[in-house]
C-alpha cells in the first residue's frame, strides 16, 4: 500500500511542499540541472511510495531567495529545510524520528551532484580564478550539501587564551586514549578498508552519501581532498593517500605539503607525529590535515635563529612556544626539504636519559619522530617541526610527553597536530561541568561534588577570583583558567623543558646561532 494511501492528505501536502522547496535549494546552490528536477523529485517520492503529488502552478526554479542562506558569508544552509522535512515527514508517518538523519542524508545524497560533476565544476574553478578560489567554492558546496555541518559548527564556544585557541566541539565524541579512537575509526567487514578511504565516497552503510572529494597529486601520486564535516577550524579538511597505506613521516612528506601550499597558497597542511597515543586517530591509512585557518604556533614569535651550513637561503628558528618547535625558513624548495629532513633524522636517533627522552623503546621500536606543517608567507615558504615522543613510564602509562593526570579533567585525549599548534578541541561535557562551577563560584559554595575532580582547577579559579561572585568575571576567570590549563599540556608535550635544550640540539647538527 503506498504512504498516499494511507498517511493524512493535509500531512501529505506539507511533506510534498517540504520536498519541492529542497529541489529548490538543490537548483540554486546545489547545480541541479532543472531538466533533472523532476527526475530527482520522482526518486526522493520513490523512498516513500509517493504517488499524489500535484505540481505547483509556479516555477520552482524561480522562487524566491533562500532565507538559509547567510548574507554575509554567502554560505547556504540547508538545515532549516532538512528539519521542516524531517518533521512533516515524521508527523506524515513516512519514518520514525531516529531515522530522520539516515532520510536526511539519502536525500541530500540525491540533490547533490555527482562525484565527476563536482571535480569538473572544481577544475573550470580553478582554471579561471585559481586555487584558492576553487576551495572555497568547493567548501560552499559541502556547506550547501550538508556534509560539513557549519552551522552545527557555528555554536561551539571558541576563545582566544594565553595566546592559544581554545573551542568545545560539541559535536566530537571523546576518546581518552588512542585504542579508543581508532576503535571509533575502525570499519567492520573490510569495506572500506578505513573510515577515510576513497571509497567512503557516497557509502551508504556509514552516511557518506553527501561526501564529495577532489583529485590532489602529491609527488607525483594521486592523493584526495575532502573537507571535514565537524571541523574543527575554518575549512577544515584532510588530504588522504587513494592507496590505503600506513601513516609515516620521511623526506618525501616534506615534498607533499610544499606540493599541496603551491597549488592552495592560502592553507597549511601538515602531519601527525604516525606514532600511537601522540595524535593521528587513523594511523591505518596516510593522511595529512589542513585549512583555511593560520594556527596560533604558525604566528609564533622567534626565540632564536640559526644559520645553516650550505644552504645560505634557509633560516632555523627556535619557537617561542609551549612545546617543542622549529621552523625552517627559505624561499628554495629544496632547502626546506633537506634541512627539514635533517633535523628529522637527527630528532628520531636522539637520547637524553636525564630528560626521559629514548629515541627507541625496550623492544626496539621507534619512540620519536616530527609532526611537520607548511605554509607559504611573505617569507617563502615555512616549515614548522613539531618533537614528539611517545614513551610512557610507570609514573605516566599514558605517556610522559602527554597532558599529565592532573589535567585529564579538562583534556586526557591525547595531543595531535591540531593541538599541538595551539588550536585546542575540548570535550563537550565541559558545557554543563564548567556551569556547575560556574553557579557554584557565583553562590558561594563549596565545590559540588559531582565536580570533584576539578579541584586543581577550583583552587586556581578561587584564588583568582578572590570572593568576587560577579557572573561576567566568573565566566572570564573560567576561560582564562582554560587556556592556562592548555598552556600546561603543551608544556607537558615538550620534549625539551627549556628553549636551552633546543638550542643546544641544533648546534649539535653544526647550526650556527644568528
Known amino acids: 500500500m503506498t504512504a498516499t494511501a494511507t498517511a493524512d492528505s493535509v500531512a501529505l501536502a506539507k511533506v510534498y511542499a517540504s520536498i519541492d522547496a529542497l529541489v529548490a535549494f538543490a537548483e540554486r546552490n546545489l547545480g541541479l540541472d532543472e531538466r533533472d528536477a523532476d527526475w530527482t523529485r520522482n526518486n526522493i517520492f520513490a523512498l516513500f511510495g509517493l504517488d499524489s503529488y500535484d505540481a505547483p502552478v509556479a516555477s520552482i526554479a524561480s522562487s524566491p531567495a533562500d532565507e538559509t542562506a547567510d548574507a554575509e558569508s554567502a554560505y547556504a544552509y540547508p538545515d532549516a529545510l532538512i528539519a521542516d522535512f524531517r518533521a512533516v515527514a515524521t508527523e506524515a508517518g513516512l519514518f520514525d524520528p531516529d531515522e530522520g538523519p539516515v532520510y536526511a542524508d539519502i536525500i541530500m545524497g540525491l540533490l547533490s551532484g555527482t562525484p565527476s560533476s563536482i571535480e569538473d565544476s572544481f577544475e573550470e574553478e580553478e582554471g579561471t580564478d585559481g586555487g584558492m578560489e576553487a576551495m572555497h567554492w568547493f567548501y560552499r558546496y559541502c556547506v550547501a550539501n550538508n556534509y560539513v555541518k557549519k552551522a552545527v559548527l557555528d555554536k561551539n564556544p571558541r576563545f582566544d587564551s594565553h595566546g592559544l585557541v581554545v573551542t568545545i566541539n560539541l559535536a566530537k565524541p571523546e576518546f581518552k586514549n588512542m585504542k579508543k579512537a581508532a576503535a571509533g575509526n575502525a570499519v567492520a567487514g573490510g569495506y572500506p578498508k578505513c573510515t577515510i578511504c576513497h571509497e567512503n565516497e557516497g557509502f551508504a552503510v556509514r552516511n557518506k552519501r553527501t561526501l564529495r572529494t577532489i583529485p590532489v597529486t602529491l609527488g607525483g601520486e594521486p592523493w584526495f581532498w575532502q573537507f571535514s564535516p565537524y571541523g574543527y577550524f575554518h575549512q577544515h579538511g584532510i588530504c588522504v593517500n587513494m592507496e590505503h597505506t600506513p601513516m609515516h613521516v620521511d623526506r618525501d612528506t616534506f615534498g607533499h605539503l ?218 572570564a576567570a573560567v576561560q582564562d583558567e582554560l587556556g592556562s590549563v592548555c598552556e600546561r599540556i603543551l608544556g607537558n608535550t615538550a620534549v625539551f623543558k627549556t628553549k636551552e635544550q633546543t638550542r643546544t640540539f641544533l648546534k649539535d647538527l653544526g647550526f650556527i646561532e644568528s
Open 258 to 475: 610544499l606540493d599541496f601550499v603551491d597549488r592552495f597558497p592560502g592553507y597549511f597542511l601538515g602531519c601527525n607525529a604516525a606514532l600511537p597515543r601522540i595524535g593521528g586517530s587513523v594511523l591505518a591509512h596516510d593522511h595529512y590535515q589542513g585549512g583555511g585557518e593560520l594556527l596560533p604556533m604558525h604566528k609564533a614569535a622567534t626565540w632564536a635563529a640559526f644559520a645553516v651550513p650550505g644552504y645560505p637561503d634557509a633560516t632555523v628558528e627556535i619557537l617561542d612556544w609551549p612545546g617543542t618547535a622549529v621552523r625552517v625558513v627559505s624561499k628554495n624548495r629544496d632547502s626546506i626539504i633537506e634541512v627539514s629532513d635533517k633535523i628529522r633524522l637527527a630528532w628520531q636517533q636522539y637520547d637524553d636519559a636525564a630528560a626521559n627522552i629514548a629515541s627507541h623503546d625496550a623492544d626496539g621500536s621507534r619512540q620519536s619522530a616530527v609532526s611537520p606543517s607548511a605554509i607559504i608567507t611573505d617569507r617563502g615558504y615555512e616549515m614548522s617541526l613539531i618533537f614528539r615522543n611517545n614513551a610512557v613510564s610507570e609514573e605516566f602509562p599514558e605517556g610522559i610527553f602527554h597532558a599529565h593526570p592532573e589535567f585529564w579533567p579538562i583534556k586526557q585525549e591525547p595531543v595531535g597536530l591540531i593541538e599541538a599548534q595551539g588550536l585546542f578541541i575540548l570535550p563537550g561535557r565541559l558545557i554543563g561541568q564548567l556551569g556547575v562551577i560556574e553557579d557554584a563560584l557565583a553562590a558561594g559554595e563549596p565545590l559540588p561534588a559531582s565536580v570533584s575532580g576539578f579541584s586543581l582547577e577550583w583552587d586556581e579559579l578561587s584564588a583568582a577570583l578572590n570572593g568576587n561572585r560577579d557572573r561576567d568575571a566568573i565566566h
